[in-house]
């Protein structure tokens, strides 16, 4: 790693920002799609009226954005990357999902996915089917069901495959250009208290970057740019894993605390004894009967003799 990244991460070293230039991370929008929420992001406009993003400004808000993602990741957090526009997001986080196996959303954001109890039936629903058509029960049925069910599937799929192996709810999300996600960001900031946002934004976001727990500013227009930025990211989620499994292992290799038998090993307590009437004393057996009746009959002997 370069020196000055040792000595202080959130500088931005000359070979990062040669890639960052080569890659077009620095070009914002024309000034007429300028939003004035974004000025503090912006370092300049070049001739062509295209607004310059502050790289320094980039590299810095990736750091903070990792960061979090790593703590994230460590304590095992549902991050979801949502990204739907077709021009680059979307093949962008598509491929970078499968690859590092991340849930996320990219077809397109249904109402309610974060508010709606309906959405996670429908998660549920997904995983049945699935299992149902790896099992092999679609090909035992009628035609009609089975064309029926495979619609239903391939529809779950497309909009919900992304996150049918979440398990319990999200914690974090990363926005990739809020201003075409805009119901998924505005249902994200309904739950801002338990949910952790990320927008990866261009210098035409109408939202203020208060809103969000980090904002970073780049070309989110170009595939390189944003595949250069997820580069950045990924390595914090790696780190994050890594963490993650070195928790576990050291948790397995502690195990049971040594001196003394385990739990599971405790020998078993004898049950007390019940004593069979209420009025006999539970440390005292009861008498047998037939030594009873001998008993009554010796003392009915002995009267008699005595008589």
Excluded at 105 to 125: F, K, S
Excluded at 213 to 239: A, G, H, Q, W, Y
Aim: hydrophobic content about 35%; glycine content about 6%; overall charge positive.
């Amino acid at each position: 790693m370069n020196s000055v990244l040792e000595e202080n991460p959130l500088e931005l070293s000359e070979d990062k920002a040669r890639n960052f230039l080569e890659s077009g991370v620095h070009f914002g929008q024309p000034t007429s799609k300028r939003s004035p929420k974004m000025d503090e992001f912006v370092y300049g406009v070049n001739k062509a009226g295209m607004q310059i993003i502050d790289l320094n400004i980039t590299w810095k808000k990736i750091q903070e954005a990792g960061k979090v993602i790593q703590k994230l990741t460590s304590e095992d957090k549902n991050i979801v990357f949502v990204g739907t526009n077709e021009r680059a997001v979307s093949s962008v986080l598509e491929e970078y999902s499968e690859k590092f196996e991340l849930h996320h959303i990219v077809n397109r954001w249904l109402g309610g996915t974060l508010t709606n109890p309906v959405t996670r039936n429908r998660i549920n629903y997904l995983r049945e089917l699935e299992g149902m058509e790896q099992s092999g029960f679609l090909d035992s049925i009628s035609a009609k069901e089975k064309s029926f069910l495979s619609k239903k599937l391939k529809k779950l799929r497309k909009n919900l495959g992304g996150l049918k192996k979440i398990k319990g709810a999200m914690h974090a999300m990363v926005i990739v250009d809020p201003v075409h996600e805009i119901n998924a960001t505005l249902e994200a900031l309904k739950k801002n208290r338990n949910l952790t946002i990320i927008a990866i934004a261009d210098t035409n976001c109408h939202f203020s970057p208060e809103l969000f727990d980090v904002l970073i500013p780049c070309n989110t227009n170009s595939l390189r740019s944003l595949s250069l930025v997820m580069d950045e990211l990924m390595e914090f989620i790696k780190n994050g894993r890594q963490q993650k499994a070195q928790k576990q292992s050291s948790f397995v290799s502690i195990g049971p605390k040594r001196g003394g038998p385990q739990r599971g090993n405790l020998p078993r307590k004898p049950a007390p004894i019940q004593a069979k009437n209420q009025g006999d004393s539970p440390s005292k057996p009861a008498t047998n009967k037939v030594a009873k009746e001998a008993q009554k009959k010796d003392e009915v002997k002995t009267k008699k003799e005595g008589e």
